[in-house]
């Protein structure tokens, strides 16, 4: 498993070697000594508490999704179809505050994104359906949600198909403006 930096400061990739035979194929998704040779911390991996799955028709967008607080880890990868994820770092003191870059994440290089505390997260599915598993090492508390609308004209993400549908939540989420002035 190859481990590539991003743009974005301290965010990674991890890029692992499918197997490829008649029957299909396999894949490692994690694995534990690279995980923490790579975050440079011995016990990291174990701080992931929850395991979360969702399913997306094409052009579903969700997000963008940030928490307050300490904020959250994240580990982001999708098993099934693909999706164009979209981070923005939210870190006052980061050398990349204010930036934002896309990834691909699919079932045909299965890159796995680890993501540290302080970002938005989103997604838009690009097959008919798309999945995108993620470990956090926070147990989900609604009441520190924080999100940005998708469609902010300043933070001007690119989605690249037209959006089928989103959640109530997403669709009434504050502007990036007011995002920035709460930070
Ligand atoms: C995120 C989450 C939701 N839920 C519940 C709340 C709600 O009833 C239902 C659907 O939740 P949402 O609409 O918030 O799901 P969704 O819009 O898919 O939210 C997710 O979006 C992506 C982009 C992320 O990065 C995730 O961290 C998460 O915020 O599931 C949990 O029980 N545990 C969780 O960890």
Not at 35 to 49: C, M, N
């Amino acid at each position: 498993m190859r481990v590539e930096t991003a743009e974005l400061a301290d965010v990674l990739v991890f890029v692992p070697s499918p197997f490829h035979d008649e029957r299909g194929f396999f894949t490692r998704t994690f694995d534990v000594d690279i995980f923490e040779d790579a975050i440079g911390r011995k016990g990291s991996a174990a701080s992931f508490l929850q395991d979360s799955q969702s399913r997306s028709a094409r052009g579903v967008v969700r997000g963008m999704h940030g928490r307050s607080g300490r904020g959250e880890a994240k580990l982001v990868r999708c098993p099934n179809g693909a999706v164009f994820d979209v981070l923005v770092d939210i870190r006052r003191q980061s050398p990349t505050f204010g930036q934002k870059q896309a990834f691909r994440l699919d079932d045909k290089e299965f890159r796995h994104l680890y993501v540290p505390p302080g970002f938005l997260h989103g997604f838009q599915a690009l097959t008919d359906t798309a999945d995108v598993c993620y470990r956090i090492d926070r147990p989900h508390d609604p009441s520190e949600d924080i999100g940005v609308a998708f469609d902010d004209a300043d933070l001007a993400i690119a989605w690249p198909e037209p959006v089928t549908a989103v959640s109530a939540r997403d669709a009434a989420a504050a502007s990036w403006k007011h995002l920035l002035e709460s930070l």
